[in-house]
Structure formats: structure tokens, C-alpha cells
């Protein structure tokens, strides 16, 4: 991959802004993590999965600090650090490269996909890691499948990560039609808390959708088909270059708002049905008691959360989706929605469904972001670690984001526990009796 | 390239971030894309900060490499002179902006910035590290500050003694504490105190809570203390060729070191020693009974820390000055030393054998881990990564450096120097083994019928017993939540470590086999000494050639031991 790829995903096609949504195109400091950090829940998805960053000590530190977690075993991550002697050309970096990995699987024989993780040192100085993988795969064939991606900040942010990762996989994905395997299929892209997927995989079958399949999957070995008749049903909203490979493998994508809420996850596993024809009446009978008793489990938060005014700082990519399901679901009303980029196409559904003439920021120059905040006075604010206690300490609540790519809050049986983080801040500041 | 897990310190432009964001009035402009924006989260969320750190990062994406990263740089300066109005305004750049070469500090320096004092950082990211980023930060800043002030070469020294002339008090600069760095906050408060107690006024500490005009005024103390070497020898050194200023090089953390360091700076200032602090021949001093340490360490129920096996690592300063006070202020056995500060690890080694110890100096947190399952200890002081380790071994814990956690940044007054700073290590390291204690009468009542059986001591699932390793610890939690439980492949892999490390407690191969009795009586010996009489048990065997060990070989080994 090039650096002068473009750093912002364009969109698949562009329809108008709709709604007559103000939309505040900005660029200045972004405070938003970069690709690398998805390694942090991809590598918990695949057990059987490397992710071998090369790249600077500053991506092993970001990845250890964004995971906010030490390290309780040897982690199925690293980083290559690159020191001067790869940089002045003494060392021949694919050599070191070949050394450090033969060293590895040694270590770690249980490793069955390795993931050579580009970052913004090896984009820039043009490391060809596609070579590299091409190079390793000949040299431990049959032992280990070797990728490679680029989680560089310098092309993706936070989540893009993932989408980057997922469309190094997808040329390994059996081609249906070759194969004899029948591509009649849901595949549900994007990774989930496993007990969701197992959650929402058997409703599908109740439904009579009977082939569900996952990407990523829990082995990386154990990859799905795709062709002609594989639905893709995105669970995350940020793949979107994902997504166009798959429809260029001969999938449909099935337009629906993002699974997170009632209504939304809802309309997410309607749309599935509808795309297997699934009759309305077998729907209905999956789908109402969830729906009934989601809204029931979603009443107590609401009263915390209705009418207080949300400001969603760019970050995860999951701003839109769960903008429209606190609003409509919750009662709160919008001040500002920000995200790091605008995929119209992803994210139509949600958009269409967000109160009319909702300011969206897309990109961000985060001083002047603070100064609207700051004028706002926002009751709620989602936003990253390095920007909550600051507001905190301005008297201004704060929801961070990153627990929501660790947290299941997808499905109508978890839209409860979603409305939970967000009224949890606003109920403990009601408890405080301190100064 | 090397392979790194995990890292005990972070790149070099992060230290320099601990020092403007340590500071009043100081800002950092650094060239880097918006990965490298992680690091606001070490001070708001590690130090709980309420405020952001005083940095502007220019998030160049990929789209501006083919055009002119040089203009955004020279863009984002201006606008953060004009948004902050800085003091002194630090410039530099990450690892990925070294690369590209727009040489930030250049441009800065061709800019008019109204007068704001400008310094130029190059921290090689590629060979360099946080510490050593933080010390040339700090020294780079205090140059560039008092460069007009320096005296011609060939000027007389000043005399440390002059403040008697001038009718004044004795002033000292405290120099080196930082954020993030172990306990500074509380440190900086307990050695002011400690130095007025002896008429001693602290001029300026810098640079935690310093601003730029205070460096300016540096020269202006007639001693400089050096509490933090890590990052403030650099400038120390600096200022005493500049500026003819003694600096004081004892680290006062422990007894012994806080009467050496009060000794040293009263030398310095030509200051009449105090008869609280004159040696008595064993080297002692009556000011050290200004501390609880002596007297608790020298009480009776403190025996049994007699010869208590300690394994330490950490920073050089916490590392060599824990050593000192475990062998020679708490009567443990230091049986292993290590640091990660390469650039200090002469001294670490000398230190080292004062133990008679080869000292550990790497940054392969493995390497330390099979170094600790090797060395067999009964405590382990260490960063928070040892801690881990020591939990994966099942092994008590206290925590002296950095990196830290949000837990070392406690909410009570907690220092590491001074009197008090004793008291508080006297209490972290001797509590965990008082819970070991507990877990020994435990032991002891297991047969009592009042005793509910599978009682869960602290230590979690796994005994201290070495060859039975400890059961997989879950991940500490996140800053934010509890991770989901562990998946069975990550608890299948943290066993795996465990077990491969307990293993390394295990006879090697060749070595004799316990027979059933040898074991049975092995295991009424209290676990906190079994690792000990199994190990010494061992060798007493494999001298001798035995092939076996049964109970009556363990008895004639502890008589062996015991002469």
C-alpha cells in the first residue's frame, strides 16, 4: 500500500445530506486513536491469530496504554520495533523481519494466522509487508498463514483498524462458486462480544435462516465462503472498505440501520429477514417479545436520560448509530455528532432516522470543537481518555467511548445495558454530595 | 528490529510531554500523526488529571505527505502560540515525523512568535527512550532559559556558603520530579518540609509545578538536589559546569540514604552538622529515630523478616535504593537486581555486587519474569509489571517505580523520601507478607472443624507453593470496565505462561526425584519457606549424587543448612 492512499474512505456513493443535516466539515488536531489500537479486541476474537506490528516503540506503548490493561500473559501482539540500524539501511529490514517471525512462531507454535500490522514508521519509510507476507507464507507454508495490513494513523483511525484486517482476510475467504460450497448464507460482518453472536446467530435460526456464518471468525483458520447469495449484514459501522470487497466477491449488502437499541437491531435482523424472505408472521413471532421487553428493560434509563442534551465527540465511529438510538429510544436530545468520517452509504439508515437539521461534524480540529462544546454546555458527553476527566473538571459529564468497542451492547436484549453506561455518569452525579 | 511485548518505557517525545505537562506556562508542539494522541490518556487518566497536557500534535494524515507537512507544522505553531500564549514553547516530533524531515524546530525558530522563547527538541526515537527524553527535555528547556545569564568562562565559582554573608537562609533547588514519575508529588512535599526542619528553604522545584520564569531563576539557589537522576541529572551537570552549582547526588529514599543525603547538602552549604545527624560508630545517627522504620523493623515481631528472600526491579534510583533498604534497614536477603534504565546500568551493577549479585539490566519484561521464577523469592518489588508477573507466581508484591498505575497515584500523602517516606515503605513492603502470614495460619487451622474448607486467601487460587503453579490470574481491569470474563484460549494461554514459568521452579532434568514421604514432609513445611528448604533440599542432594529424596534426605539437608 501507498502512503499517498487516500486517508479518508470515500464514500461508496454519495447521496445528498439528508434531512437537511448541518454538516461541519473540519480539519485541525485530531484526538482520536489510530487503526493499530483495534489489535486490542481483534486479538481476543482470534485466539489462534498474531499481530505482529512493525513499527516504532510508540506503537507498543500506545497499544499497551490504550488497552488500559498490563499485560496478565504473553499477548498475542507485538511490535518490531525498528531501530536506527533498519533505518540507515545497516540492517536489511526484511532479513530482520524473516529472524524476528521464524523466532516467534518458534515461541509460539500454537499461532495458525500471523498479521503483519503496517504503522505510520513503516508506511513512511515504504516497507512492502505484503512482500514480506508473500516471502514468510512460502517460508512456513502449511504451518502459518501469513497477512498484512496497515493499522497506520496516518490512513486509519480507531476502528478502521478492523477494516483494514478484515480485507487482508478476504482473499483467503473460499470462493463459493469454485468450491461447490453454497454461498446461501448471512454473514454477519464485524466483530461482536462472542456471547452476542451465539445470541443473535440463534435467533436468525429461529427465524429459519439457517446458514450464519461470522467475520471476523473465532478460528482464524476456519474462514466462510463468500459468493453470489451471501447476504452481508454489517454489525459494525466502520468496514466500510469490507464491505465493497464483498459485494466485488459477488455479495449483497443488506442496507439496515446498526444493531445497537431496540429499534435499531430490530430493523438490523428485519433486514436480514426480509433479504431470505423469511415470512413476516415467523418474524414477528422472534421479534416482538424482544422488542416488547427490550423497551421495558429500556424504561428506567430513559427517565435518567430523557431531554438531557448529548454531544458525541469523533471517535469510535459508532457516533451516528448510537446518536439515533439515544434520541429516539432514550429522549436525549443532540447538540452535536461528530465522527471521525462520514460513510454516507453505511450509514443511510441511521441517518435518515436522526431528528431533522442534526449538526454532524465529520474530521475534527478538537480546540475548536471544545470551544462549541464549551458554549453548549452539553449534559453528556461521549468522548475519548484523554479528553474526559479534563471535562469532568469542567463540570461537564462524560460517557467514554472506548467502552464501547470492549462492552456487548449489541441487540435488543442488550439495548438496556447500552442506555445503562450512558445514564450511569448522570445517576452518579445525582448520588455525589461532594464538593 | 527487536521484538517488544510490552514496554517498560515509551518513546522519548513522551517524556518530554511528562515535562510540559509537569509545568505552568510551558507548551509542546509536536509533529505527529493522531495515533500518537494516546499519550494525553497517561496524564488524565493514569495521573487523573483535570486538565489536557499543554501539547499540540499536528495529526498529519497520509493526503499531506504529498504535499507540505512543512506548512501545517509552521501553521499549527501559530495557532498554538495564539490559542495558549506559552511562557516557552517546546517544538518536535515523533517517531514518524523524524522521517519525513520537516525539522520543526527550524521552522519554528524562523517564525516571529511575538518573543515567546523557543526550544528546539531532537529526540532520536529510534535509539532513545521516555527517560532519557524526559532528562534532555528538561536540560534543553533550563538552557535555553538561562542562556543569557550564563557567566563568562573563567568566572569564579560562586560560594555555596554565601547565603551566611547575605544574612539569608540556605536555598536549594529541588530538581527532577515529574508527572508520571513514582510518587514525585509527595516526595517534593516531604523533602521541603524535611529541608526546612534544618533551616534549608527550597527555592525552586522544577519541573513539577514550575513555570519557565522559575528556571530563570535557578542560579539564584546556592544547591541544586537532584531527587529524580533520571531526569534531572542531565541539567544538574549542566548547571554545575555552567554555573558553578554543587549538586547534591543522594537519592533519599530509605534511612540510611535520607541522613546521607542531609549530610551531604549540609557539606555542600558549609552548614554545621547537627548532632541528630552525627554518625555514632555502627554509622547511625539519632535523626534517623525520626522515622518508625528503625524501631518496627527492630521489634520482635518483626523476626520473621529475618533473611526473607527479595527479588528487585525497577528504575535505577527506586531499584539500588530498595536494595540497600531491604538488606541493611529490614534484614531481608536481596537475591536479585535489575533495572531498565540502561543508561544508568553501571551504577546498577555496582550496586549489584554489593550483594553479591549480577545485576539484571534489560527491558524484556519475560526476561525479568524468568529471572524472578529463578531466583525463588519470598517478595518481589518491582513496577506494575512485576506485579503481575509476581501475581502469575503467586508470589507477594510491592510496587516502587514507575511504570505506574493509577493506583500509585494514591489520594493519602505518600511519599517514598524522607522519614516518612520509610514509614511508607516499612508498611507496602511488610504488608503483603503479614497477608502471607495469614495465609500460613491458615495452613495451620485447615484441620479445624470451625474452618470453612476452600477458603480463598489474597493470593487468589494459587498457593505460594513453588512447583504448583498459581491459577491463571484474570486481566487486571481496564481503566473503564471489567473485560468480559476470560475467553478459555486466554485462560488456557495465561496457564501456559504460569505453568512455564513454575517450571522453572521444578527440578531441572538429571535432578533427584522427591519420593512420596519427601514430598508429604516438604508439604508440612510452611508454604513461605518451602521454596527454600526445596531448593537448598536439592542441592544438598545432587552434591551428594543422590538420586532420591525422601524425608529422612530433607532432615539431613536442614542440618546441613542449619550448621
Known sequence: MSVSAPSIPTSLSTPPAPEGHEIVRERGQREVFCGLTSIVWLHRRMPDAFFLVVGSRTCAHLIQSAAGVMIFAEPRFGTAILGERDLAGLADANEELDRLVARLLERRPEIRTLFLVGSCPSEVIKLDLAKAAERLNHAHSGRVMVLSYSGSGIETTFTQGEDAALQAMLPLLPDAAASGDSADQLLIVGTLADAVEERLTGLFRRMGIERVRSLPPRRSTELPAVGPGTRVLLAQPFLSGTARALLDRGAELVSAPFPLGVEGSAAWMEAAAAAFAIPESRVREVLDPLVKRGREALAPHREVLAGKRLFLMPDSQLEIPLARFLHRECGMELVEVGTPYLDRRLMEADLSRLPPATRLSEGQDVDRQLERLRAARPDLVLCGLGLANPLEAEGIATKWSIELVFSPIHGCDQAADLAELFARPLRRRERLQVA | ?563
Open chain 2, 1 to 563: 528490529m527487536e521484538l517488544t511485548l510490552w514496554t517498560y518505557e515509551g518513546p522519548p517525545h513522551v517524556g518530554a510531554m511528562r515535562i510540559a505537562a509537569s509545568m505552568e506556562g510551558v507548551h509542546y508542539v509536536l509533529h505527529a500523526p493522531q495515533g500518537d494522541t494516546y499519550a494525553d490518556l497517561l496524564f488524565t487518566m493514569i495521573e487523573r488529571r483535570g486538565c489536557r497536557p499543554p501539547v499540540t500534535y499536528t495529526t498529519f494524515q497520509a493526503r499531506d505527505l504529498g504535499g507540505d507537512t512543512a506548512d501545517l507544522v509552521t501553521r499549527t505553531i501559530a495557532d498554538a502560540v495564539q490559542r495558549f500564549a506559552p511562557e516557552a514553547l517546546l517544538v518536535g516530533e515523533s517517531c514518524t515525523a523524524e522521517l519525513i524531515q520537516d525539522q520543526p524546530g527550524a521552522l519554528a525558530a524562523g517564525m516571529d512568535l511575538g518573543g515567546v522563547p523557543v526550544v528546539s527538541l531532537e529526540l532520536p526515537a529510534y535509539s532513545k527512550k521516555e527517560n532519557w527524553g524526559a532528562a534532555e527535555t528538561f536540560y534543553q528547556l533550563v538552557r535555553a532559559l538561562l542562556r543569557p545569564q550564563m557567566p563568562p568562562p573563567g568566572q569564579p565559582r560562586p560560594d555555596p556558603g554565601r547565603w551566611r554573608r547575605e544574612g539569608r537562609r540556605p536555598r536549594v533547588n529541588l530538581l527532577g520530579p515529574s508527572l508520571l514519575g513514582f510518587r514525585c508529588r509527595d516526595d517534593v512535599r516531604e523533602i521541603t518540609r524535611l529541608l526546612a526542619s534544618h533551616g534549608i528553604d527550597v527555592s525552586v522545584t522544577a519541573p513539577l509545578g514550575a513555570r519557565p520564569a522559575d528556571l530563570e531563576r535557578l542560579p539564584d539557589a546556592d544547591v541544586n538536589v537532584c531527587l529524580t537522576p533520571e531526569v534531572a541529572g542531565t541539567a544538574c551537570s549542566w548547571l554545575e559546569r555552567s554555573f558553578g552549582m554543587p549538586w547534591v547526588r543522594t537519592v533519599p529514599i530509605g534511612i540510611r540514604a535520607t541522613a546521607d543525603f542531609l549530610r551531604e547538602i549540609h557539606g555542600l552549604l558549609e552548614l554545621e552538622l547537627p548532632p541528630e545527624l552525627v554518625p555514632d560508630a555502627g554509622g547511625a545517627c539519632e535523626a534517623e529515630r525520626r522515622s518508625q522504620l528503625p524501631w518496627y523493623s527492630r521489634s520482635v515481631d518483626s523476626t520473621y523478616l529475618t533473611g526473607k528472600r527479595v527479588f528487585i526491579f525497577g528504575d535505577a534510583s527506586h531499584a539500588i535504593a530498595a536494595a540497600r533498604i531491604a538488606r541493611h534497614e529490614l534484614g531481608f536477603e536481596v537475591v536479585g537486581l535489575g533495572s531498565y534504565s540502561r543508561e544508568r546500568a553501571r551504577e546498577v551493577r555496582a550496586a549489584a555486587r554489593e550483594f553479591g549479585l549480577n545485576a539484571l539490566i534489560t527491558d524484556d519484561y519475560l526476561a525479568v519474569e524468568a529471572a524472578m521464577a529463578e531466583a525463588a523469592p519470598e517478595l518481589v518489588l518491582g513496577t506494575q509489571m512485576e506485579r503481575h508477573s509476581a501475581k502469575r507466581l503467586g508470589l507477594p508484591c510491592a510496587v516502587i517505580s514507575a511504570p505506574l498505575h493509577v493506583q500509585d497515584v494514591p489520594a493519602h500523602h505518600s511519599p517514598q523520601m524522607g522519614w516518612e517516606g520509610a514509614n511508607v515503605i516499612f508498611d507496602a513492603w511488610v504488608h503483603p507478607l503479614m497477608m502471607g502470614l495469614e495465609e500460613h495460619l491458615i495452613g495451620m487451622f485447615r484441620h479445624d472443624f470451625e474452618f470453612v474448607d476452600g477458603h480463598r486467601s489474597h493470593l487468589g487460587e494459587g498457593t505460594a507453593s513453588p512447583g504448583t503453579p498459581a491459577a491463571a490470574t484474570p486481566p487486571a481491569q481496564t481503566f473503564s470496565t471489567p473485560l468480559q470474563d476470560l475467553s478459555p484460549a486466554d485462560a488456557a494461554e495465561a496457564l501456559a505462561t504460569t505453568v512455564a514459568v513454575a517450571e522453572a521452579f521444578a527440578p531441572a532434568g538429571g535432578a533427584p526425584e522427591w519420593t512420596a514421604d519427601g514430598e508429604a514432609e516438604l508439604n508440612r513445611i510452611p508454604f513461605f519457606v518451602r521454596g527454600k528448604v526445596r531448593r537448598n533440599t536439592e542441592s544438598f542432594a545432587r552434591d551428594r549424587g543422590l538420586v532420591a529424596i525422601d524425608a529422612e534426605t530433607l532432615y539431613d539437608a536442614k542440618a546441613h543448612f542449619s550448621r
